[in-house]
């Protein structure tokens, strides 16, 4: 939720509109009108709420355990070793997003919409890296999107609250 | 102990400093008008300082949340 409405403010700070409650709702009804109904947005924000808790799970009984397995150092359940780990994961799901699901879905739903150089159609670009005008900017501001999500996530996640070693 | 705090620090002016500049470089105001300013550089340099500014914070969350819980054991 948090990383969402900051996605939505984006423009704030000079960087492209992540609104991904809008891509989803397009995915979900193939609505392509412009500007997008408050439907689209409202279900596509469903959907997208409901991939951040899906995700979350993934996190808190697959990825964190088996990262304290394979990482040693990842083992101990501190504050700040959860943090890594929402980060490990937020870098991991900016990887699939950027590599898979932006391409894929979104660059194959936009594809005639979105033009890149020379004013031909591109999608989103290998790598989200023609976004509409955006170049690799797109693709560095979806990181950041994912920081934030992973920050939320690894800060919020404490499960155990075992014997921390202080480090500052 | 001291070792980890500066270097949360330091991401954290890192990260502020690249937003700065990538701030300066991109053209024009901010805008919620689409597309907005566009400057792969500057935009691609506010997107990482803002990444490290936001991980930085995280960590000094994080150590402490680690500090308060040993003061209280």
């Known amino acids: ?168 | 102990m001291l070792r980890a705090l500066a270097i949360y620090l330091g991401l954290l002016v890192l990260g502020i400093i690249l937003a700065v500049a990538g701030w300066v470089l991109t053209p024009g105001a901010a805008s919620f008008a689409f597309p907005g300013p566009i400057n792969v550089t500057g935009q691609s340099l506010i997107a990482l300082g803002l990444t490290f500014v936001v991980v930085a914070i995280g960590l000094l969350l994080a150590g402490a949340e680690e500090r308060m819980t040993a003061a209280m054991e």
């Open chain 1, 1 to 168: 939720m948090v990383a969402t409405v900051t996605g939505l403010w984006f423009p704030g700070v000079k960087l492209p509109q992540f609104d991904f409650n809008t891509l989803n709702g397009r995915l979900a009804l193939g609505d392509l009108t412009f500007p997008v109904s408050s439907t689209t947005f409202v279900i596509g924000g469903i959907i997208h709420m409901i991939d951040g808790i899906i995700w979350a799970l993934i996190f808190g009984l697959i990825i964190s355990p088996v990262l304290g397995v394979l990482i040693k150092p990842l083992r101990p359940m501190t504050p700040t070793v959860n943090l890594v780990k929402g980060l490990i994961w937020g870098g991991a799901l900016w990887i699939i997003s950027s590599a898979l699901w932006m391409p894929l879905l979104i660059g194959a739903l936009l594809g005639p919409t979105l033009t890149g150089p020379f004013q031909l159609p591109c999608g989103v670009g290998p790598f989200l890296t023609c976004f509409g005008p955006y170049g690799v900017q797109a693709l560095f501001t979806n990181l950041f999107w994912h920081m934030i999500w992973g920050v939320n996530l690894g800060l919020l996640f404490n499960p155990i609250r075992s014997t921390s070693r202080v480090r500052w």
